[in-house]
């Protein structure tokens, strides 16, 4: 039932409420990297060639630009807890078929379907976790959501192996990530509705019950900040409002880090590892995914750091930080190849490390925590679903033109090229991302629309400590 609860309801841990929600990001994770190990099965079994191989990767990503477009709409509709139960739904059917593909043509049909819901969770998610917690733990929180990802990524990796081993193939690869597609749906069944998509429907009942149902929330003052954001403008947040006054330059960051986040080349590692480490002497399948799956838990490892030290270093320095390590891995992954790359796996395992450790503490979580806090409350679906769609139209180009730039370029020129565009972020990051690191989603909005200068917040008192702060 979607009406909020009173105060006589059990409470809800913004922490189970944010690791329920974050499901959707391990989906998004596990469903982006399994194809990097299947992919070596699907070859065989459906004797692909490199063309064909680029469709089997790149097809979730059209599903998940479809995802991204449609989402913003639906999201504001009917609203987050619905649109996330949906979603559970469509993963968990997605992965079904897939794995039952009788052949090429169905099996690209169902990783667009699938592909829909990462697009459209990719958005939904972050928004759903910073419209849901306390402004002090907000980078905390929405950084779950990066984790869960990156822990999705590794999961992947290791089921892969482990099938790989089993001699299974690709189908039960698929297959497994009906898993935690059912445990989104029943988890969300459990979870509420956010307080800020109630008041902009007008339900300020609502909006007050499930504020007074969050553990550490603090109603008064939250209601408050809401109540005078949505006081400057009671219209229906519309895509267009996004290029008014002030949002452009929200729009601007926002889509910026999204290209960038792609641009830097981050997915030709989650999806083509494998056929890297073979580049550089590893033999054997097995032994290409177990090296992917190092990468995979450094991945795992730094975005975990990145969860420490968002709301405390802040979210521009984790940027700046994280371009230079980004720089300094692809400058030397690229070296490698221009000196020779035949038995320089450990070498390359290193500047992979290097390059993921970097990306995980900057790029990757940074970019969704402020797509989700960067707009108002009565455009943050429509905002966060452009940067999405953005993301995702970046990740399906460099991922089509991967292995044409490898043929082209080289694979130094590749990765060269990868580290000139780091440089490129790190000059944008320095002169556009402001840090909102401490602000609340109210105190962010007014500084776009104070021509990015920040104002003093209404009335910062600090919330209730509760659980969890």
């Known amino acids: 039932m979607e009406q909020a609860n009173p105060r ?53 990503l059209v599903g998940a630009i479809i995802g991204a477009v449609i989402t913003g709409k639906i999201n504001d509709a009917i609203g987050r807890k619905k649109t996330l139960l949906g979603l559970g739904i469509l993963f968990t059917i997605g992965a079904i078929l897939t794995a039952i593909a009788p052949n090429f043509v169905l099996f690209l049909l169902f990783r667009l379907i699938v592909g829909i819901g990462i697009g459209s969770a990719s958005s939904v998610v972050p928004t759903y976790i910073s419209e849901m917690s306390p402004f002090q733990i907000r980078g905390k929180l929405v950084t779950f959501y ?17 099938f790989a081993h089993l001699g299974m193939g690709w189908p039960p690869m698929f297959a497994s990530a009906a898993i935690p597609g059912v445990l989104l749906t029943v988890g969300i069944l459990m979870s509420l509705e956010t307080p800020r998509w109630y008041a902009s429907k007008g339900r300020w009942d609502d909006a007050r019950g499930v504020l007074e149902r969050i553990q550490g929330a603090d109603p008064d003052f939250e209601l408050n900040e809401i109540h005078s954001s949505l006081s400057i403008d009671q219209q229906k947040g519309r895509l267009a409002d996004l290029f008014g006054p002030g949002l452009r330059w929200a729009l601007l960051v926002g889509v910026g880090l999204a290209v960038l986040q792609q641009f830097v080349g981050v997915n030709t590692v989650i999806y083509y590892a494998p056929t890297i480490f073979q580049s550089v002497g590893v033999s054997s399948a097995s032994s290409a995914i177990l090296a992917t799956s190092v990468v995979g838990i450094v991945n795992v490892l730094a975005t975990i750091v990145a969860l420490f030290l968002v709301d405390k270093a802040g979210r521009r320095i984790l940027l700046i930080a994280g371009c230079i390590g980004m720089i300094i891995g692809l400058g030397l992954l690229g070296a490698v190849f221009a000196i020779g790359p035949t038995h320089a796996s450990l070498v390359t395992l290193i500047a992979l490390m290097i390059y993921i ?108 400590t509760g659980h969890g702060d």
């Open 357 to 464: 450790i970097a990306f995980a503490i900057s790029m990757g979580p940074v970019f969704w925590l402020m797509s989700a806090e960067i707009f108002p409350t009565k455009v943050r679906a429509a905002g966060a679903s452009t940067c999405s769609f953005s993301n995702w139209v970046a990740n399906f180009l460099v991922s089509v033109t991967f292995l044409t730039l490898i043929n082209g370029l080289g694979s130094a020129g590749t990765f060269w090229l990868y580290g000139i565009i780091g440089v490129l972020t790190l000059v944008f990051c320095i002169t556009l991302v402001p840090e909102t690191k401490g602000k609340t989603l109210e105190q962010i909005e007014g500084y776009w629309m104070n021509n990015r200068h920040w104002v003093p917040s209404t009335q910062h008192t600090p919330l209730s």
């Open 146 to 162: 990066q984790l869960a990802v990156t822990i999705g990524i590794a999961l992947s990796y290791g089921v892969d192996l482990y």
């Open 8 to 60: 006589p309801q059990k409470q809800l841990s913004v922490y189970f409420i944010t690791c329920v929600a974050a499901l959707g990001g391990l989906l998004f994770g596990y469903d982006t990297g399994v194809i990097s190990g299947a992919q070596l099965f699907l070859v065989q079994t459906f004797s692909l060639n490199s063309q064909q191989q680029e469709l089997a990767v790149s097809c979730v």
